[in-house]
């Protein structure tokens, strides 16, 4: 406790000193502090479920789509043959409205799915009991469980909505559980419908019988849980051994196709545990350089201690006694940094969820919990350690009899050890400008890309057709019919259609086929192309030209030739040199399937993301082949506003019981496509920044320390008529030659560290030359005058003052 208040009566006679060292420590904890925070709720904290290490995602593969849904058949035999997994389940979402009384249902994400759904979670409801594939496999009755958002909005969280009747999508359902708010997968879902059939209803207009054996529909995804025992890699060669069945006995449906099983967690994070880690390691040498900053500071420091520690020494302290004295300096002001830090990062945590792009996983619940504290101040201690090492060995190492009567070459040897440190912050500043550099220029760049649509006064809206009242792809149809006809009744609209799927919104609506006169091939060997469901009206609507041919009209109904409308991509994959009007493809070998004529050539648009090439894409008119989901698009210069409005009121003329979805500028759909590449542009731009600051702080403090100990020298060359030139060279030379020493360790260490941003940039390398030349200038630039302004002190030197210091 002695050597604790000693420590704290030796800092507070330093306020400046010590204010200065904790908070740069409190800066670089609290960046790293609010990204870790980040990365423990979406990467580490465990999911809500039992042993869910055991719970996998089992996705179907092909050539073309490394992830996609499953078909019926392949699901069942799936499930009938593993020798694996504990339970299967099948799923597919969508937007359902529920209401618990009569009045405006509420819309709400739907997951039909099987039986067997909550025995592969297994997390017990808040209330109720969930659908288990042991009492509810063969029920024909609709049971459908909640989320804790839905019993919130339904049943305001009356404990008895278990029990009770809600309607979902015009149907009657019984509602059997409540989750707890922690307990939803997939987020955003509102409402588990148990379905009455092994698997998930699909969308298509597929006759009863062929539903549970059809092959050529992929509509929906599936979950399992490992059993006891099992390994991952076993399950997978498990599965395998299956799919490989299927393509022997299902060649043309199935060939080509395997199976891939993926850790549920893993799957929820694999798109965002790169840019995560990418982060994480940015603010970690924000850290590295605040330890650095510090260490040049209790250097300095311990030059003006130098007669204190000698005369300890010789009264008898060793040099453990000094280094444990030193060491504990650093650990106090490294705690008091970290709590400081702590207080910091809890503000930052809330202005990053703020400025998160949307769709990052559990993200939500990130915060300053137990596990966050404890992992900050065991860094704060470490980081002390890290920063207080080298000052405590440099300082305690003391000559009594040379210090007493003077401090000799002490100084330049911390000089040195300074200099030491001051290159290695500009090396650790270079590396994160010049990610900061490529991201920003990604990001620039991307903003650029023409997407192909015309974003200006166009709005999209949502829209999800409930099948309990519209089961037939017909009936579909007309609804979609009815809408578009009350929208041409409005003459303030300039263009409107229904299309799916909407901008930049994924999807696996895609098909193989055959080509007229090109020989038949295997599933594996078949064409393959995106398909889109459209209205004519689509394309001017989303301002995407016509290129040739015609647009789809009242001649394309259901019982008409079927005919499509391929993009550039489309034909130049398949007809490269030709002209693709005429041409005809079918869906089927069967002679009996109908020929499909290409009638139209439209531009190609990039709607799945401005950094993917548009691909092959195939639009089909929606009252040829319907589905129960499109989104509508309509451009006008009406105000925002008042287009929603007039969205809303059509569609209540036409179902007044049927909400749209989301509702947005077309330009909102853009800019939230580009809304990663932005956030981690800016991100990493923001911790750069601070790096360059912390920098350029010990570089002038080290500037600074080399002016005061050449005190002596300087006033000599003064008194002696040195022209100011000659005075302020020297000390400038000195910083710029730190920094072109860290500027070629930096650049060196950016071309290495460049690697792990390469799936994160566009149109650009990661080693660009450019990137690399503009940060280095900036760093030298910063460098000179941080350097210039301390040794502008030396020109105010008193000769006579200086000749008498000593």
Known sequence: MTTLRQVVRTLVKTPGFTAVAILTMALGIAANTAIFSVVNAVLLRPLPYPDESRIVRVWSTSREEPRSNHSAGDFLDFKRANRTLSALAGFRGEMGAASAKPGEPIQLGLLHVTAEYFDVLGAPPALGRTFSSATDASSGERLVVLSDEAWERLFSRDRSAVGRRIRVNGEPCTVVAVLSKGNVWPEGIGLWLLTRKPVPPSPLDVKEGEQLTNRDSHYFEAIGRLKPGVTLAQAQEDLHAIAMTLQTGHPLESGGRDVKLVPLRDDLTGDVRGALFVIQGAVGLVLLIACANVSSLLIARATGRQRELTIRAALGASRGDLIGQLLAESMVLGVSGGLVGLLLSSWLVSLLLRVMPEGLPRVESAGIDVTVTIVTLSAALLTSLVFGILPALQASRVDSAQVLKRAGERGSTRTRGRAALVVGEIALTLVLLAGAGLLANSFLRLQRVNPGFTVDHATVAELMVPQARYPKGADQAVLYRRLLESLAGRPELQAFGVGFPGPFKASNASATFYLEGRPAATRAEKPFAHVGIVS?????????????????????????????????????????????????????????????????????????????????????????????????????????????????????GVDPDLPFGDINPLETSVRNGIAEARFRALLIGVFALLALALAAVGLYGLISYTVTQRTREIGIRVALGAAPGQVLLPTVREGLLLALAGVGCGVVAAIAAGRALSSFVFGVGTADPLTLAGVAVLLLIVAATASYIPSRRALKVDPVVALRAE
């Open 536 to 652: 004519g009206g689509y394309f001017p609507a989303m301002g995407i030209p016509l290129i040739a041919g015609r647009t789809f009209d009242d001649r394309d109904r259901e019982k008409a030739p079927s005919v499509a409308i391929v993009n550039v991509a489309f034909a130049k994959k398949y007809w490269p040199g030709e002209n693709a009007i005429g041409k005809r493809l079918r869906f089927d070998e069967d002679a009996k399937t109908p020929w499909t004529t290409i009638v139209g050539l439209a531009a190609d648009a990039r709607q799945r993301g401005l950094n993917e090439d548009p691909p092959p894409i195939l639009y089909m008119p929606y009252e040829q082949f319907t589905l129960p989901f499109t989104t509508v698009t309509v451009r006008s210069t009406l105000p925002y506003g008042t287009v929603v409005t007039l969205l809303k009121a059509q569609l209540a």
